[in-house]
């Protein structure tokens, strides 16, 4: 082949090349294009997405909110059933024996003037579902319990007090005392369908509940003097902890069936400090007087503040 014909075979090669090169950049550019068009298309419908996923989590949350109250009204309209007829029942004997119909509540008490408020009564559920891990810790860890446990341990606690507000709404409606003593049969039954559900979930464990919940009135008090002893060089040791507290739960009264929610407790503290001397140090006995003499002197004064309650301040 020439040198002239090897020049021109060369510089078409050389313009084949080029042209090709010129198409692919183009191609490419095309592409980059058409994939950056694709992935906002991908992004807006992702964004559409969320926003569907959102709205329908709203509507679900909404769906169990409403399922929630709706249950709550039927159960409290349920209560008020059995109120008003246990009522007209008591009445009705009453009369048969030439007494006197009950007209209302009797004497006021602190039970019936905030168990009966709506807001206070969800204020004490969100206390005890905060509260509770704090308070039933050693029982979930003497029991083993799992977390899933806890929670179902926790639930059906909350739907027990949960019964017992809507059982004293109802009782109000009807003019009675939430500590009548014919509405004790209403907790029996409340009670009984939670014992049900706690043996299913504990089995024997659940005999661990009752004993449990009768010191947990006594711990409270020996977390108060641990509170106040923590700063001093007599701080209260576990050990000591312990034996104040089986020493305070001898001498509380146990929680007894009266009403819809039962006695309230009282713990015996002449009694108590007749015998803490042989658990306390003397510093941690003077500092445990004081705080009896406290818990005492709160007592009555919150007695006297319901009295001028009932009295619209009147002395």
Known sequence: MSTSKLIVAVSILSLIATGTAVYEAKQIHRLNAETAILNRDCAVI?????TSDNQQSEL??????????????????????????????????????????????????????????PEYQELILKQQAASFGLRFRAFYQKLHLSS??????ERIMAEQSRALFDASSAAKTQGLSVNDPHLTAITNEINMNV???????????????????????????????????????????????????????????????????GTEQQTNFEAVMAQVGKVLSPKQVEVFRAMATQVQLTAQKNKRSLQLLQTGGNP
């Open 60 to 117: 679900e949350r909404q769906r169990k909110a409403t399922q929630t109250q709706i249950a709550s009204l039927e159960h409290e309209l349920e209560m008020l059933k059995k109120v008003s007829a246990m009522s007209e029942t008591t009445d009705r004997d009453k009369k048969a024996k030439g007494e006197t119909p009950s007209t209302g509540a009797g004497e006021l008490s602190s039970r019936d003037l905030f168990f009966t408020d």
């Open 148 to 153: 899933q446990q806890i929670s179902e341990f």
């Open 195 to 261: 014992g049900k559900q706690l043996y299913a979930l504990l089995g024997d464990g659940i005999q661990q509940v009752g004993p449990y919940y009768q010191t947990l009135n006594a711990q409270a008090k020996v977390n108060q003097l641990a509170g106040y002893l923590y700063a001093t060089d007599a701080p209260l040791t576990l050990e000591k902890g312990e034996q104040l507290k089986q020493v305070l739960a001898a001498n509380t009264d146990f929680i007894q069936p009266a009403g819809l929610w």
């Open 46 to 50: 992702r964004s559409e997405l969320k």
